[in-house]
């Protein structure tokens, strides 16, 4: 799962050649989030024993392409937290789609190994707790990054870090209803996820609709923004 980074839009004069990425990053995170949060809450007429096939291809291209794309714009523009947040939760969208393609053999790696037996699949369901806890801790992290930013990237922050560790308590019980909070948890993750990616397509607007705010936490959120500003044109030159 993605977050953004600070507000940061071009707005004004000076406009550079150079788009703002992190409203796409976080709409490919929101958008991923929310349809596979709707299988794990059990809602809209699907459940999370159901194929995830719609998923793993936005996990592929939306969420993981397409964010991993806006990680790497926000290095060239010097940003560091929001080239972290992007890229990394882009890549975990990729990871997340392989391990459903049968094409990567993740799964059948194990039954290969161990054999079609229950402790292959018991085997298969810790290693993917340990993948889940080890995201939720990288969530974490970057939840911590989050607190000098803006009230609106930090509770997006906070939410995907529940949602991480609701997962990780799900696989590793298994308890399905862990699951199914996870999923609603995710849906609110994704709505406020689709609040800082429209407040970030607004500031990146020179003349936009409306502003909706950030809540920056310090001074030192609008400094670096300034920076940034100056870091795009630059690129842009």
Not at 16 to 32: D, I, K, Q, R
Not at 147 to 165: D, E, G, N
Not at 187 to 204: C, G, Q, R
Not at 205 to 230: M, N, T
Request: charged share 10%; net charge negative.
């Amino acid at each position: 799962m993605a977050p953004s980074p600070s507000a940061h839009g071009s707005s004004g004069g000076g406009r550079s050649w150079l788009a703002n990425p992190a409203p796409l990053g976080l709409f490919g995170f929101a958008l991923t989030t929310f349809v596979i949060s709707s299988y794990n809450a059990g809602i809209f007429g699907v459940s999370a024993s159901d194929p995830i096939n719609v998923v793993v291809v936005l996990g592929m291209f939306y969420g993981g392409l397409a964010q991993a794309a806006a990680g790497i714009l926000e290095f060239i523009y010097g940003d560091t937290f929001a080239a972290t947040a992007f890229t990394s939760y882009g890549a975990f969208w990729l990871s997340y789609a392989a391990l459903s393609i049968p094409w990567f053999g993740v799964s059948e790696g194990y039954s290969s190994v161990l054999g079609d037996t229950p402790h292959a699949d018991y085997v298969y369901s810790r290693a993917i707790a340990i993948y889940l806890l080890a995201w939720t801790i990288f969530t974490f992290i970057m939840t911590l990054g989050s607190t000098r930013i803006s009230i609106a990237l930090c509770s997006l922050f906070c939410l995907v870090a529940i949602t991480f560790t609701l997962l990780t308590v799900g696989e590793f019980g298994p308890y399905l209803g862990a699951h199914r909070a996870a999923g609603f948890i995710g849906i609110i993750t994704a709505v406020v996820a689709w609040y800082n990616a429209l407040a970030e397509l607004f500031e990146s607007q020179e003349k936009p609709l409306l502003r909706l705010p950030f809540g920056k936490i310090s001074q030192g959120a609008a400094v670096d923004d300034e920076s940034r500003h100056s870091n795009r044109y630059a690129a842009s030159m």
